[in-house]
């Protein structure tokens, strides 16, 4: 009556469905850890700050970071990929989001650690090519000072971000403010 | 021989039955499919709602084989998400992170530059030639769930030969 294959069926339509329950209650006790992070970063030093040709900013920075993401680390946690990113506006833009630096933390062990690193990607900014003619005695003038920099004397918000990337089920994104940084007048 | 022949007609009547019983629960099987993958369309706002990791660029997080599931909410995209994208003139979308985004004021236009964490560079060389950023209408989704393992049956399916041969 109940051939082997029907058997083997059944058993492996049960065991899918137990594995996709197991799953789903992984990923929903997930959403019960409230983390508390705790973080500091800072820009230690300027390395170097120019005008690209085009006219794009280019910042190179050290920053200083000390995170502490142990909380936010499940049983179902495969990894945190966490990021520094600074946040700031400009007459172009409503909101730029530059990622200086990023780590994938493995473990629980690993997830509390203070280190001084250079920018991994450099901070260039998007400039406004908002170039204005105006003539003067049949003489086109471009003028393209107040809109090609952006950088110069500006405050940039650091964010630090985080993202728990699970064994099995949802993944779990979030960021806390860490400090604001005000970048030189002048180009190094 | 009355006896004998009416019991082969039932017999067969009944083998008729089951073959249309078959027939209509694979009918249902494939209906319920096509029902759902439309659903997840609809209720994620992704036209491609489910995809399969290919490739290694996104390791540790995921590897080949891994299943991850998209949505395409009215939230803005943001540095950090991993987004599916295609690229002009690439058949097959590629999963990578936003490392930077510009935002313009007023209209809302993005310009997205992504990475694959375990790529050493950005993405500006995998896009199309000229290409420096992506755009909005370039985003299939946002990942927001991850499934391992599971898409390693559509992997064998499309690349074993044996096994298309058989099934496809």
Known sequence: ?188 | MGLFGDSLHSLRSLEIRQAFSQAVSLGIIVASALIIWKGLICVTGSESPVVVVLSGSMEPGFKRGDILFLHMSKDPIRAGDIVVYNVDGRPIPIVHRVIKLHERQGTGEVDILTKGDSNPKDDKLLYARGQLWLQQDHILGRAVGFLPYVGWVTIIMTEMPIVKFRFG
């Not at chain 1, 700031?88 to 530059?98: C, F, V």
Request: include cysteine.
């Open chain 1, 1 to 188: 009556m109940h051939s082997f294959v029907y058997r083997l069926n059944t058993l492996v339509t049960f065991s899918v469905l137990l594995l996709g329950v197991l799953c789903a209650g992984a990923s929903i006790l997930d959403s019960f850890n409230s983390h508390s992070v705790r973080a500091h970063v800072e820009v230690l030093k300027v390395n170097r700050f120019r005008r690209q040709l085009n006219g794009n900013d280019e910042v190179a920075l050290t920053l200083n970071i000390s995170v502490d993401l142990q909380s936010a680390f499940t049983w179902n946690t495969k990894q945190v990929f966490v990021f520094v990113a600074v946040e700031y506006e400009t007459p172009k833009n409503a909101l730029n989001q530059i990622s200086l630096w990023d780590h994938i933390i493995p473990d629980k062990e690993h997830a509390k650690f203070e280190t001084q690193v250079t920018n991994k990607y450099l901070l260039i900014d998007q400039a406004s090519f908002l170039r204005i003619p105006f003539c003067i005695k049949n003489l086109i003038i471009w003028n393209m000072k107040e809109h090609g920099s952006n950088l110069r004397g500006k405050k940039i918000e650091l964010v630090l971000h985080w993202h728990v990337m699970p064994k099995t089920g949802r993944m779990i994104q979030d960021k806390i403010g860490v400090s604001s940084f005000q970048i030189p007048e002048a180009y190094t």
